[in-house]
T-cell receptor
């Protein structure tokens, strides 16, 4: 099956610092990528997405970077807040096929 | 309020007793999907549906069935549940395959 992996299973940052969460994917045909946030006891919540014809996309306090050369995706969170503490998943989609999710990175924000 | 609703939220049952987890969305989404989430494995796609009467297998379809008779509903059926199907299940929907999915709050199934 497809492999979507994360470099680090856990990440701790100080409140106010920037966070970077990484994700590697293995299928060069993947066309669409999404970052989700999952809080305890809840379903994943959409954060930001990016298509393969882009290399960067910005949202409110979040930026996603896509490097197709090395099949790498990252999520940057600016001025990390306690409410950002959660598990973050990347997901990829190949046109006409299903979605594959990474195993998740647990982000802890230290006040 | 736009939402994906799953029922039940929790269920403890025994091996072999057929069960159905319902999923309903009120956003008129065409794409719906079921995932299971297990520790260390992330979310794995079980089945998905591109539209009414169109369903396809995901990564881990064995032991599950689905149906899509109406656009808003996408039930997950376990005909003969086994302990290895103990997991946290999520239903999701989106406007299309290349759009972000909205997830329900999950159904925790324990098969004894």
């Amino acid at each position: 099956g497809e492999s979507v992996g994360l470099h680090l299973p856990t990440l701790s940052v100080q409140e106010g610092d920037n966070s970077i969460i990484n994700c590697a994917y293995s299928n060069s045909a993947s066309d669409y990528f999404i970052w989700y946030k999952q809080e305890s006891g809840k379903g994943p919540q959409f954060i930001i997405d990016i298509r393969s014809n882009m290399d960067k996309r910005q949202g409110q306090r979040v930026t996603v970077l896509l490097n197709k050369t090395v099949k790498h995706l990252s999520l940057q969170i600016a001025a990390t807040q306690p409410g950002d503490s959660a598990v973050y998943f990347c997901a990829e989609n190949i046109i006409g096929n299903q979605f594959y999710f990474g195993t998740g990175t647990s982000l802890t924000v230290i006040p | 309020e736009a939402q994906v609703t799953q029922n039940p939220r929790y269920l403890i049952t025994v091996t072999g007793k057929k069960l159905t987890v319902t999923c309903s969305q009120n956003m008129n989404h065409e794409y719906m999907s079921w995932y299971r989430q297990d520790p260390g494995l992330g979310l794995r796609q079980i089945y998905y549906s591109m539209n009414v009467e169109v369903t396809d297998k995901g990564d881990v379809p064995e032991g599950y069935k689905v149906s899509r008779k109406e656009k808003r509903n996408f039930p997950l059926i376990l005909e003969s549940p086994s302990p290895n199907q103990t997991s946290l299940y999520f239903c999701a929907s989106s406007r299309g395959m290349d759009q972000p999915q909205h997830f329900g709050d999950g159904t925790r199934l324990s098969i004894l």
